[in-house]
């Protein structure tokens, strides 16, 4: 039985996983709304929360569970990348649960624990596979031969994708977090009213920065009358990054011969990118909401290809901005 914690970012989360993979919980509280007013996460107020719901968080996990801490036999926890207080309370606690019983320790590469997000459960992708991330600090192709690890094939050369949504909806007054809100206001506009540009940097490579700045021309052009194109501007922009994502999968599985993909990232719950997966020509995975956006069973899922480091080994154990 693994118990993982994830605090990488605003969302203080823990689960609780066996080592097949079997999710027995996920719980992941969010603040987004105490940082929705400043339109974007405040690192030091991200700290300070996890710091006051880590240990209610990590409890109702095993609550949930019907687990107690007798039954953890392996903790694990997100290492990085991520905002360096917020980890710190992750990996500083679960250090003490682990020490504190003599039982090993897990560190975990946020970004492993997206990439193997779709190994779990009763529907589990197998290797070899492709994998999207896109996140709100990351966007790559992967290649998953064997779940412990994993080969970057392509990634953003400036924004990621949820980076774009975020700022797109800030351009578009829809406030924090942008996705969600683009998402919800584009099946309400037309995709095709506004050209938006789909840079192709390099042949599995991404970029967004453009992107934003032509919406930001877009809407400068349309002066007053920009409010009344919301939902055009919204469904257009969200297009040319689902366009951006599809166009890069399909080559990467074109080049590497590879006949399974899987998605994940927070950007893997909107609803176009879910659906235009979907209709592509080949087995796709496709993780509920929950495991796409931050959370920890993920970080557990990954925890079971990794080798635990046996007590004391972990108690220097630091927490690590960039991995
Ligand atoms: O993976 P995640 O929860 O945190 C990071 O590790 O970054 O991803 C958060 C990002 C944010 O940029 C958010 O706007 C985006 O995922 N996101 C979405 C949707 N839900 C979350 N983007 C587009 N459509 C969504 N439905
Ligand atoms: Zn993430």
Same mark, same amino acid.
């Given at each position: 039985?693994?118990?993982?914690?994830?605090?990488?970012?605003?969302?203080?989360?823990?689960?609780?996983?066996?080592?097949?993979?079997?999710?027995?919980?996920?719980?992941?509280a969010s603040q987004g709304l105490l940082h929705a007013r400043y339109g974007g996460v405040v690192p030091e107020i991200a700290s300070r929360h996890h710091l006051e719901l880590v240990d209610a968080v990590t409890a109702d996990a095993l609550e949930r569970a019907g687990r107690r801490l007798d039954d953890v036999d392996t903790v694990a926890v997100t290492r990085g990348p991520g905002l360096i207080g917020a980890l710190l309370v992750g990996v500083s606690s679960a250090k003490a649960i682990a020490a504190t019983r003599r039982l090993p320790l897990v560190p975990v590469d946020h970004l492993h624990g997206h990439v193997v997000a779709?190994?779990?459960?009763?529907?589990?992708?197998?290797?070899?596979?492709?994998?999207?991330?896109?996140?709100?600090?990351?966007?790559?192709?992967?290649?998953?031969?064997?779940?412990?690890?994993?080969?970057?094939?392509?990634?953003?050369?400036?924004?990621?994708?949820?980076?774009?949504?975020?700022?797109?909806?800030?351009?578009?007054?829809?406030?924090?977090?942008?996705?969600?809100? &683009?998402? $919800? =206001? +584009?099946?309400? *506009?037309?995709?095709? @009213?506004?050209?938006?540009? /789909?840079? #192709?940097?390099?042949? !599995? %490579?991404?970029?967004?920065?453009?992107?934003?700045?032509?919406?930001?021309?877009?809407?400068?052009?349309?002066?007053?009358?920009?409010?009344?194109?919301?939902?055009?501007?919204?469904?257009?922009?969200?297009?040319?990054?689902?366009?951006?994502?599809?166009?890069?999968?399909?080559?990467?599985?074109?080049?590497?011969? &590879?006949? $399974? =993909? +899987?998605?994940? *990232?927070?950007?893997? @719950?909107?609803?176009?990118? /879910?659906? #235009?997966?979907?209709? !592509? %020509?080949?087995?796709?995975?496709?993780?509920?909401?929950?495991?796409?956006?931050?959370?920890?069973?993920?970080?557990?899922?990954?925890?079971?290809?990794?080798?635990?480091?046996?007590?004391?080994?972990?108690?220097?154990?630091?927490?690590?901005?960039?991995?």
């Open positions: 039985m693994i118990l993982a914690l994830e605090t990488s970012c605003d969302d203080t989360c823990a689960a609780v996983v066996s080592e097949d993979g079997r999710i027995e919980s996920n719980v992941i779709s190994t779990l459960g009763e529907n589990a992708v197998e290797a070899p596979y492709l994998c999207l991330v896109a996140s709100g600090g990351h966007t790559f192709l992967a290649r998953v031969d064997d779940p412990a690890s994993y080969e970057v094939l392509g990634q953003t050369l400036d924004d990621a994708a949820g980076e774009a949504f975020d700022k797109g909806a800030r351009l578009l007054g829809l406030g924090y977090p942008g996705g969600p809100a &683009i998402d $919800r =206001l +584009a099946p309400k *506009g037309d995709p095709e @009213a506004f050209d938006f540009p /789909r840079s #192709a940097p390099g042949e !599995l %490579d991404f970029s967004f920065s453009g992107l934003k700045t032509a919406l930001l021309y877009a809407i400068r052009d349309l002066g007053d009358s920009a409010a009344q194109h919301s939902r055009d501007l919204a469904a257009s922009y969200q297009r040319a990054i689902v366009d951006a994502l599809v166009s890069r999968i399909q080559a990467a599985l074109e080049r590497e011969g &590879i006949e $399974r =993909l +899987a998605i994940g *990232g927070g950007v893997a @719950a909107n609803s176009e990118l /879910r659906e #235009a997966v979907a209709r !592509l %020509d080949m087995p796709v995975w496709i993780p509920p909401i929950e495991l796409c956006t931050d959370n920890a069973a993920m970080i557990a899922g990954a925890a079971r290809f990794l080798e635990p480091i046996p007590y004391p080994g972990y108690l220097d154990l630091d927490a690590a901005a960039r991995l």
